[in-house]
Structures are given as structure tokens and as C-alpha cells.
């Protein structure tokens, strides 16, 4: 059925609600590794056994990836909850429990960052958790003395208290939970529950000593509908979340100009890390006199510890592809190319279904919902190689041939795909325009920093508690994001630092956490934003070993093509490797920062530009483990891949005893 | 059989029917056997077995030309597919592999044929790219991620005790072809860091010591299949 635009006007009037009752199962790439399917099957018969009415919903990742599987519940008279860590057993105790029994299931839950401060309606849940130190160990002492005074005061059978697994505050005491309202009080002491039961849960009054007026730092606008919506259902994206109507609003109230003015307005700038304003990138394609013009979506994320394009691409591909059509119209391109990582076949599929469904409705095509514009879209799959990120050898790749980059100018949106003006966009950028002309370019660019507007995503990894998707306004503190969103380091060990914009960017030490984030302070740090993978290091790290770990990953991508980025890098990672068996020289170090600088100014893309800015910024930062090295000799270096091995043994695994046969072979693999 | 053989064949002629069931082993042993009986092999036995052979060699060619023209048909499907798209040399490498689990050298070729594309490109795009293989794959692959997350929480210990495990360095395939041994970027799952694919099955927070059994698993359900 082709939609018009009446069919998107008639829809924005009155869009479809979610049915009374449902649960929603995150069914993305992290989630399935992690049993999803397993969990909705079971789920599945589970209902067809009991007899139940509820609708069981597909849907991407909200981007909690330390709970998944997850799992979302709406339950009639409940609050609306996730669920983490659901396995089969738990999404049957789910069904037995919460749908049926109108219970929440004890350590499960993890609590809404939607926190209120006026209790709006009577409390009928209470979630406690502990945050303090000793992980947790106070809950059940908690949810103990709630239920000993609710039943003091008769009020048992009506609010129930259930253990939290996770209650997005860290470090705060006992947090609790009321819902559904969902005020929440921290640091509770033994003596304030009787308070609590009395003034809040009774009475209905707000605590103000005890609540926890910090707003959740997130704002989620590249994310908005990831684990809220089904990927493949394209009904569920226009009739439900108001999805296509950014696309009627481009093409049908303004002009391709008004559209870039849009743009302008929301000061959007490219997020795949070198963050060229977005509107100027598509002025520049527009203004190219051709007879074709090709808008690509770059989904060729190479970066070793990010995910964030990925379940982007799984959760709403609908989003991304909107964005690639307003794209297409606003500079006059009539072709799109997904360029997607072979390795992420969910992705893959998800588009490939999202395009064809898209089809299907008239919203690519000739004549897009009755307008003039015309489009059509393509997947390309690339082929395992990091320097496919870089523009030109995208370009290079798309067209079938092996991705060597060429020198730039002229520039893509000169002369790119089969020569004909390009625009290349990052994933999450396109997931932000489609955002940004529904809801207008103001409302975006009121987050941020003066130069950096807009939110940001990173996928938070490493030796964090929470490892997680964010996406937070830029000027967000690192501190607030790895300490505030994703609860500290692993482990309660302390935090070394902060590894941004992968084999391209650098580590970011301690002692500047408190950086608000934009693409100009990490870069006076020595890093750079990068797409948005951000590792969490901790005391055991070795600097010099990660620093060999990203250039070793930057040698063997290498195209070769260039001489600075083919022999500048091997040799870098020669003296390196001298250097952590003990066996380098002061002058090593002088001989180091000489070839970053050839390496710098003379390769001819990005990848060999950047290849040495992790050894540079950990050189900057942690010099004296270096120097340590240096002076310690062999017998240091074999010290420090001990520790190393003991360390990475102990943080991957803490109840294991001493494992005899993994501890030979490390020592070697530190070489590596 | 083979004990039943050389009584099988008397010193004055021979029965057909006998030495068209003789493997290439047995059929040296008898003509061993016959040579030092007779001191020499009869005319008519070397005969019938130049023929045996011969009818083997034509049913060889026969399976090797019915192998040639369903590779011709593969490679024919997948190009018609992408024929009209630009670019479309990567495209079909992937709808290859994808079958193959590799790119054949025949099918390499056989494709360079239908394409009009140079052998030499062709190669130059496979060798570039690490995902397409010129190896046949292992009957199981066992894959470990090396990302940033997962190097951080401890991947080059499961490194180490797959290749004790198996007994091989990653990109290589078991002698016995059961196992292949990979190592990847990130497959994205670093909310589960360390992460594994064991047959496509992706292994979250793995320790060293969990990779013993999941070897031992596909192990004993091929025994159960035997």
C-alpha cells in the first residue's frame, strides 16, 4: 500500500497507542548472544499455555547491554518496567509473577531513569537497592525492614517491595524506588523507612531531605525510539512513533534550501568523529552542478569497542533511512548506498527489510508520497577493512574495488562515488536529521556547548560496571558520564582512563575527567571524539600494552599505499615492542615522537594521520611508565606481563583459583 | 575382501567381475603377487586392468565436468543477480563466499569469465579485504574477538587457550579440518566483553577455563551424529 500525504498527515493527527497490555523483548545482536530468542520463545509459550491476552512485541535495544537479554513490561495496574538478565526461567517467573500475580520480580528490575518529584499517583511498588559499598549488600536488609513496616501498618497487601538490579544511582547508600511515580530517595538510612512508609507511601508527601532531585543526564535523540520500536515493522515506526513525519515535513513545507537552513539551525556536525558541519557538507554536493548526485550512509564501523552504529542500525533502521531521504532530497540526490559492515548481519538484514518495507509504501521510489522527489536505496557490504571508514576508500570500496584511499581535494562532495558529487554521513548523524526536521533545528541545537550543539552517543565499554549505550548532551562531564550513567569502574578498583575515538583517538588520564566533552576539548587533550567508543581503564592497565594494542590494529589495516602510514607505523610498532620487553633506550623515545610527526603530516588519509595518536597522548600522560620500562630493563617487563596476566585472570574471573596452564602461555602472549 | 583376493584370481586367466572391485592398494598387491608367481604379469590381466582403470578415469571426468558446470551455474546466478549494478564485485564475492564459506580458485576464475573482470583484480580485491577467505573453512569455527573491550577484560588468555586447546594459531584450520581458529575485531558485542563465536553462537563474558568445554561439546554431539 503506497502511503501520501494525506495518509502521514491523518496518521501525525491521530497515531496508533500501544495496546493495553505487552511485553517487549530486545531482540538485538548483544541481546541474542545473550538468549533473547530463547526468552521470547519461552515467553511465547508461556502464554499460549496459560491462556493470557497480552501482545508480545519484537523491538531493538534500549542499550542496556550489561542486563541484556531485556525485556519491558506493561501490565494492566502495574508501572511499566524493564526486565534484565531474563532468562527462559525468568521470563516464565515474569509471566507467573508480574502479569498474572501483579508482583515485581526481586533482582530484575532495573528501575526507570524518568525519575519524578512529586508522588503523582499512590504508591503501589517500592524498589530498593544498595549502592554503597559492598555491592548490594544491604538490600535485602532494606526490602526487609519495608515490608516489616508496611505490615505494621497494614498497608502489605497493598504496596509490594521488590529488589532492584539496577536503580541508575551509584554510590549513593540505599537508593529507593516509589512507583509508580517513581520518586526516588538516596543515601536511606535504617531509621528513615519508617519515614518513608509513613509520610510518602502513606500519606503521599515527598521527602525532601532524602530526594534525589539530579535530573538523568541522558537525553536521547539519535536513540529516541531504540527499544521502543520494532525494526521490522514499518507500521509500528509511522502509525505509533510518528516516524516519516519528518520526511512529509521536508518535502512537502520547505525547500531542499530551507531544509540545509534546518539544518544550519541545528548546527548538526558529522558524528563519525571529524565533525564537519552537516549542513555545509550537503550545501557543498547540492552546489556541484551534476547529473547524479549519491548521498551514503556510512555504517562501516571499524572501531573495536564501539557498537553504537550497530544498534542504531538494528533498533530503528527506519530512522536512519528517513534521514538518508531527507538528505537525498535536500542536495538533489536521487540514489543511496547503506555501506554496512559485513560482520553485522542483523544490521544487514534489518535494513534490507526496512527498504524494502519502505518500498512497499511509497517512501522510496518514484514520486515519494505523491511529491516529485524520487529515490532508491541500496545496501553495499564492506569487507572487514578498518580504512573503509575513511571517505575515499568507502568510495573505493563501493565501487568494487579494494579500498585504497585517494588523495583529497577535490573532496567527495566534488567529485566522488563514479565521480559524481557524494555525501557521506555517519549512521547516528542520519539518525539525528530525521530528529531534527521533526521536531525542528532549535530544539537540537539547544543542547551543547557554544561550538559542539546536540547529543552524543558513546557506547561506554571496558572495565566499566554498567557497560552501556549513552547518549548525553555534549558538555557532559566524562566523570558524570562514567560515574553518574554507568556507575564507576569495575570491581570498585580506581579509574586510570578514559580511551576515546578508538585507534584514531587517545586516552584521556584522570585527572581530566571532568572535561565537558566536544569535539574541540578532547581534541586539545590529544584524543579526539571518534564515533564514540569510550573504554573505561583501570590501575592494572599497562599504558605502553594498550598503546601497542591500537597501533598493532593500525599496522595491520593499513593499506599500504602510503609510505609515512606502511613503514612509519611498522616501524613504531618495533620500537614499541623494544620498549615493553625492557629492552629500549631513552633515545627510543625521542626517535617515537619523530615518527608521529612524519606519520601526522605526510599520510594521505585519516587512518595514517591518527594511527599515532594513542602513542602519543599515553606518551603525554604516562611518560614515566615508559621511562620505566626503559630503566627497569627485561626483568621489569617480565614483572609487569606477569602482573598483567594475573591482572587481566583476576578482573575476567575472581573465584577462580591460580589456573596453572593460562599462566605460561600469557607471558608469551604478551608479546603479541 | 582383500584376504579373499589373490586366491581369487587363478594363474590362468581371470575373472572380471573380481578386479573391477579391487581398490588401487589390492591391485598392486595382486599384480606383486602374480609377478612373483609367474614372473611375470600375464598380457591378458594387464589388459583388463589398463581397461578397469580407464573406465574409473572416464567416470573421474564425468563427476569432474558435472562439478564444473554447477559451479558454472552458481557463479552464472550470482552474476545475473548483480550483473546490471555498479560495482557489483564485491557484491558477488559475498553471495560466494556465503555458499562456499571460501572463494574458490575455480570459481574465482570462472567468475573472472562472466564478469569480464581481470583474474588479477579479482584477486586483489579478495586478498584486501579480510573477510574473504582463499581457504576452505574448518567444519566448526571457533572465533575470538580481540576488540579494545574484550583485549581489556582479558582476551588474549582465551587467545592462548584456544591455541593450547587446538593445538594451532588463529587463521588456521585442525589438520582433521574440524576446527578453525579465528581472530576478529569487534563483532559488537562489548556490553559482554570477552566475547566468543562458537559456531556462529556468540559466547558472552567467557573465561579462559570455559573453552574447554565448548570444544568437548561439538566434539561429543559429532560423536552422536556418527
Known amino acids: ?672 | 575382501m582383500k584376504s579373499a583376493a589373490p586366491e581369487g584370481v587363478p594363474s590362468t586367466g581371470h575373472r572380471p567381475v573380481e578386479l573391477t572391485r579391487q581398490d588401487e592398494g589390492s591391485l598392486l598387491d595382486l599384480l606383486q603377487d602374480l609377478e612373483q608367481r609367474h614372473g611375470f604379469v600375464p598380457r591378458d590381466i594387464s589388459e583388463e586392468i589398463t581397461r578397469v582403470v580407464e573406465v574409473k578415469l572416464e567416470r573421474l571426468r564425468r563427476i569432474q565436468s558435472k562439478l564444473e558446470s554447477t559451479t558454472r551455474r552458481d557463479v552464472q546466478q550470482h552474476a545475473e543477480r548483480w550483473r546490471n549494478e555498479e560495482g557489483n564485485l564485491i557484491m558477488v564475492l559475498h553471495a560466494i563466499q556465503n555458499q562456499y564459506g571460501y572463494v574458490p580458485r575455480e570459481v574465482a576464475m570462472e567468475l573472472s569469465r562472466e564478469l569480464g573482470v581481470k583474474l588479477a583484480r579479482i584477486y586483489e580485491v579478495i586478498t584486501f579485504y579480510h573477510y574473504f577467505k582463499l581457504q576452505p573453512p574448518g567444519a566448526h569455527n571457533i572465533t575470538v574477538c580481540n576488540g579494545t573491550a574484550c583485549y581489556l577484560k582479558g582476551s588474549t588468555e582465551l587467545l592462548n587457550e584456544t591455541r593450547t586447546q587446538l593445538g594451532i594459531a588463529e587463521g588456521q584450520t585442525t589438520t582433521d579440518r574440524q576446527f578453525h581458529f579465528e581472530v576478529v575485531r569487534c563483532i559488537g558485542c562489548c556490553g559482554m566483553a570477552p566475547a566468543m563465536v562458537v559456531d556462529g553462537k556468540t559466547c558472552g563474558h567467557v573465561k579462559s577455563s570455559d573453552i574447554a568445554g565448548y570444544i568437548a561439546t561439538i566434539k561429543a554431539q559429532k560423536g552422536a551424529t556418527k
Open chain 1, 1 to 672: 500500500m503506497k502511503l501520501t500525504r494525506q495518509d502521514l498527515e491523518a496518521i501525525a493527527a491521530q497515531p496508533d497507542v500501544d495496546p493495553p497490555e505487552w511485553i517487549r523483548v530486545q531482540l538485538d545482536t548483544g541481546g541474542i548472544a545473550a538468549g533473547a530468542e530463547s526468552a521470547f520463545s519461552a515467553l511465547a509459550n508461556a502464554r499460549n499455555e496459560r491462556h493470557l491476552s497480552f501482545s508480545l512485541l519484537r523491538a531493538g535495544s534500549i542499550g542496556y547491554s550489561f542486563a541484556d537479554p531485556v525485556v519491558e513490561v506493561q501490565s494492566a495496574g502495574m508501572p511499566r518496567v524493564h526486565y534484565g538478565q531474563v532468562s527462559p526461567e525468568v521470563a516464565e517467573a515474569i509471566l507467573d509473577q508480574h502479569v498474572v500475580g501483579r508482583k515485581l520480580l526481586d533482582d530484575h528490575v532495573i528501575a526507570t531513569r524518568a525519575r519524578s518529584l512529586e508522588i503523582g499517583a499512590p504508591v503501589t511498588h517500592v524498589l530498593v537497592c544498595d549502592t554503597g559499598e559492598g555491592a548490594g549488600s544491604k538490600t535485602e536488609f532494606f526490602q526487609f525492614s519495608f515490608n516489616e513496616e508496611l505490615k505494621r501498618r497494614g498497608l502489605s497487601d497493598r504496596v509490594q517491595v521488590a529488589r532492584a538490579l539496577d536503580i541508575g544511582i551509584y554510590d549513593e547508600g540505599a537508593v529507593v524506588q516509589l512507583l509508580p511515580s517513581a520518586v526516588t530517595y538516596a543515601n536511606v538510612l535504617a531509621p528513615d523507612v519508617a519515614r518513608i512508609v509513613a509520610e510518602s507511601i502513606e500519606n503521599g508527601r515527598v521527602l525532601d531531605d532524602l530526594l534525589w532531585k539530579t535530573p538523568d543526564k541522558q537525553v536521547r535523540v539519535a536513540l529516541r525510539h531504540c527499544g521502543n520500536v520494532d525494526p521490522g515493522r514499518i507500521d509500528d515506526y509511522i502509525r505509533r512513533v510518528g516516524g516519516y513525519q519528518g520526511l512529509r515535513r521536508a518535502l512537502f513545507d520547505l525547500t531542499p534550501e530551507q531544509v540545509i537552513a534546518e539544518m544550519k539551525t541545528s548546527a548538526l556536525r558529522g558524528r563519525g568523529g571529524a565533525g564537519f558541519p552537516t549542513w555545509m557538507k550537503w550545501q557543498l554536493t547540492r552546489a556541484q552542478p551534476a547529473p547524479q548526485r549519491y548521498v551514503i550512509c556510512n555504517g562501516d564501523e571499524g572501531d573495536p569497542g564501539a557498537f553504537m552504529d550497530r544498534s542504531v542500525l538494528e533498533s530503528d533502521p527506519h530512522a536512519v533511512l528517513e534521514g538518508m531521504l531527507i538528505a537525498g532530497y535536500a542536495m538533489g540526490a536521487s540514489k543511496g548506498y547503506f555501506y554496512i559492515r559485513a560482520e553485522y548481519p542483523k544490521a544487514v538484514e534489518r535494513i534490507e527489510r526496512a527498504i524494502q518495507e519502505a518500498r512497499e509504501h511509497g517512501l522510496l521510489g518514484e514520486q515519494i508520497l505523491g511529491s516529485d522527489f524520487s529515490f532508491e536505496a541500496k545496501i553495499r557490504l564492506g569487507a572487514g577493512a578498518f580504512v573503509c571508514g575513511e571517505e575515499t576508500a568507502l568510495i573505493a570500496s563501493i565501487e568494487g574495488r579494494r579500498g585504497s584511499p585517494s588523495p583529497r581535494p577535490p573532496y567527495p562532495s566534488v567529485r566522488g562515488l563514479w565521480g559524481m558529487p557524494t555525501a557521506i554521513n555517519n549512521v547516528e548523524t542520519l539518525a539525528c536529521v530525521s530528529a531534527i526536521l521533526e521536531k525542528g533545528g532549535e530544539r537540537f541545537s539547544s543542547f551543547g556547548t557554544a561550538t559542539s550543539k546536540g547529543t552524543k552517543v558513546f557506547a561506554v565499554t571496558g572495565k566499566v560496571r554498567n557497560a552501556q549505550l549513552v547518549e548525553v548532551p555534549m558538555g557532559t562531564t566524562l566523570r558524570e558520564i562514567i560515574y553518574d550513567i554507568c556507575g564507576g569502574v569495575l570491581d570498585e578498583r580506581d579509574i586510570k582512563a578514559v580511551q576515546t575515538g578508538g585507534p584514531s583517538g587517545g586516552v584521556i588520564p584522570v585527572q581530566h575527567l571532568d572535561t565537558p566533552v566536544s569535539y574541540e576539548t578532547l581534541q586539545q587533550l590529544g584524543s579526539i571524539m571518534g564515533s564514540g567508543g569510550m573504554l573505561v581503564m583501570d590501575k592494572t592497565d599497562s599504558m605502553v600494552e594498550v598503546a601497542k594494542f591500537y597501533l598493532k590494529f593500525c599496522v595491520d589495516e593499513s593499506c599500504g599505499k602510503c609510505a609515512p602510514c606502511r613503514i612509519g607505523g611498522y616501524q613504531l610498532l618495533q620500537i614499541l615492542d623494544r620498549i615493553s620487553r625492557g629492552r629500549g633506550s631513552a633515545e627510543d623515545l625521542v626517535q617515537i615522537k619523530r615518527i608521529c610527526l612524519a606519520m601526522q603530516r605526510a599520510s594521505l588519509c585519516g587512518l595514517g594521520q591518527t594511527a599515532s595518536n594513542p602513542v602519543l597522548s599515553t606518551l603525554r600522560y604516562f611518560g614515566e611508565e615508559y621511562q620505566a620500562f626503559i630503566e627497569g630493563g627485561p626483568s621489569y617487563a617480565r614483572k609487569m606481563s606477569r602482573a598483567a596476566a594475573g591482572g587481566a585472570g583476576a578482573a575476567a574471573a575472581p573465584p577462580r583459583a591460580a589456573a596453572a596452564p593460562a599462566a605460561q602461555p600469557s607471558s608469551g602472549g604478551a608479546e603479541l
